[in-house]
């Protein structure tokens, strides 16, 4: 992975200190809260309900276990033993204290890791697909492309007060792994007919309230153009979004309000200004970037094959693993390993300094040490020898984190909601823990199969409820909560944005509905091979409306 | 009625004002305002600390006041008084279970 160089040792350890100054000068009252604030939030933290809240940067998801340590070791000594992996591929510290924010920075820059522009309207971590340069169906791994944006984008003289939040995506294979589609920026590695990489581009993608889905502006921009097409982008944004109002001001609703014809006009007519500048990408740029992700050197392991039949028959919980939990690597004695921490009636995401320090471990020993983020809040690790499976499933048990549920009903995604963000309306993790134990036996998860439920604690949407197959966004009515369910959307390829499907249902009810969702599913699929996905896109609303609101159907 | 509520500088911490002009760290020592003109002083008192840098984002909530216990109308300020509904190990809660 990338390995900092002096220059970039130095912008940390600089940055650093900037902001342990700044923290002393607001202690001591000689900068005001109001100026304070867009300082802190450019350093990612936030103020929340009990506590700040820190959210460090892991670039495109990628960590290695010294990194992982290190992070675990923050979690045991400056806040409260555990930490929260969130869907921009992030951690997030929920209790830490301002006083020794400055302290935790030098630790992070200690193993190459910071929190800078986690927060603020600047460009934001770059997400990429989990399974980058290990998944057996991908083209080429996004992860260097990643990079170059990461370091374009860091402390960007003209980006750095752009009219909000700016998000972009990498994903390198067909399938999309890293919703693109719902993202400011998505882009889509891929080859053209004679071979040459370069990228699909799609604009104007996001959630919130009001979701969109990206429109596709460029079929192929070849790969030295990478910069100079993303800087026209965010520089016509910079120029033309709309800054008068916080909730219109994303660049997909310039992208809807100018219309796509005429707003891509204004782009390639700022590339074509900047096309032959310093932006350009030599080939020797990317290729040196590349050569930092060069994958693992991988021995052949060919006795894996044998063995694991042998021990999936000794171990109905390694076999569920397996096969819930494991994907096709592009090597065939390997696999990608997903790490589940959505623990039957656990808390989505969260991870204590325990269970970091194990995955750590066992990175180091069995997975080249390489530990993935995944947007969808768990972990991965993208090449396990299948020879060393059973070893590494057998550590996961120890650590409590091998649920056999990658994909699955309980496998659910939740923003932190009302239990701890300042932003929320309703709470979202007691609803998903809920959930998760009603439907945790496993044999009745994989008779229902592939199903993403997504749950967020405001119209904000940080849980992604927009692009769930079942999103349920918590909402207050009337000084209670109260769970709207929709119905259909979807993150991949073929995005969707979830319908509403009827009324709300309290905190009491909202088990229970989802449970008529599900049994509705069931009862009408055309066989077990159909998941909910198809299912509803065939059906439609009419048979879960019926299920839930009977002929009594209102208007939500 | 209405009490006075903030973030602490320095760590965050959920805090009241209570009588005395003191910032406390339990909903149940602070001062409730029970008519307009102890909401105006609050108001004041507000302003006043929003010069100094000890605490921010000061806001007045409103409460009600049941034998003889605080409650916030809103559950948003309870979880605030408690802490996170999921994890009743942490926050004041924790505090409260341990001193009793």
Redesign the interface.
């Known amino acids: 992975m990338y390995r900092y160089d002096e220059f970039d040792h130095a912008f940390v350890t600089a940055r650093v200190a900037e902001f342990s100054d700044q923290v002393q000068r607001?202690?001591?009252?000689e900068i005001?809260?109001d100026q304070f604030k867009p300082l802190r939030l450019m350093n990612g933290v936030y103020?929340?309900?009990?506590?700040?809240m820190l959210r460090v940067a892991i670039p495109y998801g990628t960590l290695s276990s010294a990194q992982m340590r290190m992070l675990a070791h923050i979690a045991r000594t400056y806040d409260?033993g555990y930490g929260h992996f969130t869907t921009s591929q992030n951690i997030q510290y929920n209790?830490?204290?301002?006083?020794d924010i400055p302290a935790v920075l030098a630790d992070l820059a200690s193993v190459e890791m910071h929190a800078i522009q986690t927060s603020g309207n600047c460009i934001r971590n770059v997400t990429a697909d989990h399974f980058a340069g290990a998944a057996a169906d991908e083209v080429a791994d996004p992860r260097p492309y990643g990079e170059i944006l990461r370091q374009w984008s860091s402390v960007h003289p003209e980006f750095s007060y752009l009219p909000r939040k700016f998000k972009i995506a990498v994903t390198g294979a067909e399938r999309d792994r890293a919703a693109i589609q719902v993202h400011d920026i998505g882009l889509h590695l891929k080859k053209n007919e004679k071979g040459e990489l370069g990228f699909a581009v799609y604009v104007g993608g996001g959630q919130g309230r009001t979701p969109m889905i990206a429109k596709k502006i460029r079929d192929f921009l070849p790969e030295a153009d990478l910069l100079s097409y993303t800087t026209a982008i965010v520089r016509v944004y910079n120029l033309h979004g709309r800054r008068d109002n916080k909730f219109k001001a994303r660049i997909k609703i310039l992208v809807h309000e100018t219309g796509t014809e005429e707003l891509t006009g204004w782009i390639e007519e700022e590339f074509a200004a900047v096309k032959e500048s310093e932006l350009k990408l030599p080939e020797s740029d990317i290729r040196a970037i590349a050569h930092y992700f060069a994958p693992p050197e991988l021995p052949p392991r060919a006795e894996g094959w044998a063995e694991i039949a042998a021990q999936r028959k000794a171990d109905s919980g390694f076999d569920a693993w397996l096969r819930r939990n494991t994907v096709a690597h592009h090597h065939p004695d390997y696999a990608c390993v997903t790490i589940s921490l959505k623990g039957i009636g656990e808390?989505p995401g969260d991870a204590s300094d325990a269970q970091m320090d194990a995955v750590a471990d066992i990175a180091e020993r069995y997975a080249f040490d390489e530990i993935r983020v995944s947007h969808e809040q768990n972990l991965v690790l993208p090449h396990v020898a299948k020879a060393d499976l059973k070893a590494v499933h057998d550590a996961l048990v120890a650590a409590g984190l091998a649920t056999a549920n990658a994909g699955l009903i309980t496998d659910i995604i939740a923003c932190p909601g009302?239990?701890?963000c300042a932003l929320?309306?309703a709470?979202s993790?007691?609803v998903a823990?809920e959930i998760s134990q009603r439907f945790g036996a496993q044999a009745r998860q994989e008779e229902i199969g592939e199903l993403k439920i997504k749950i967020s604690g405001c119209i904000n949407a940080c849980g992604h409820h927009h692009v769930g197959h079942i999103g349920i966004l918590g909402v207050?009515k009337k000084?209670?909560?109260l769970y709207q369910i929709t119905l259909g959307g979807s993150g991949d390829e073929q995005t969707s944005i979830g319908e509403i499907i009827g009324r709300g249902f309290g905190p009491g009810e909202i088990t229970d509905a989802i449970e008529v969702v599900v049994d509705t599913y069931l009862a009408h699929r055309a066989g077990r091979e159909e998941t909910f996905l198809d299912a509803y896109r065939r059906l439609g609303p009419a048979p879960f409306k019926e299920a839930l609101y009977g002929s009594d159907a209102k208007a939500a | 009625m209405k009490v006075l509520t903030a973030n602490r500088l320095i760590d965050g911490e959920a805090v009241w004002l209570a009588p005395g002009d003191i910032w406390a760290e339990t909903l149940d020592a602070a001062d409730v305002a029970q008519d307009k003109a102890a909401e105006d002083l609050l108001e004041l008192a507000a302003r006043r600390w929003a010069q100094k840098n000890e605490v921010v984002d000061i806001n007045l909530i409103d409460v009600v006041v049941a034998g003889g216990v605080i409650r916030p109308t809103r559950l948003r300020e309870q979880i605030r008084a408690d802490g996170p509904t999921n994890r009743r190990d942490l926050g004041k809660q924790a505090r409260r279970l341990v001193a009793a």
């Open positions: 607001r202690l001591a009252g005001t809260e103020l929340q309900l009990h506590a700040y409260k209790w830490p204290a301002l006083a808390v009302l239990d701890y929320a309306n709470r993790i007691p823990q207050e000084g209670t909560e």
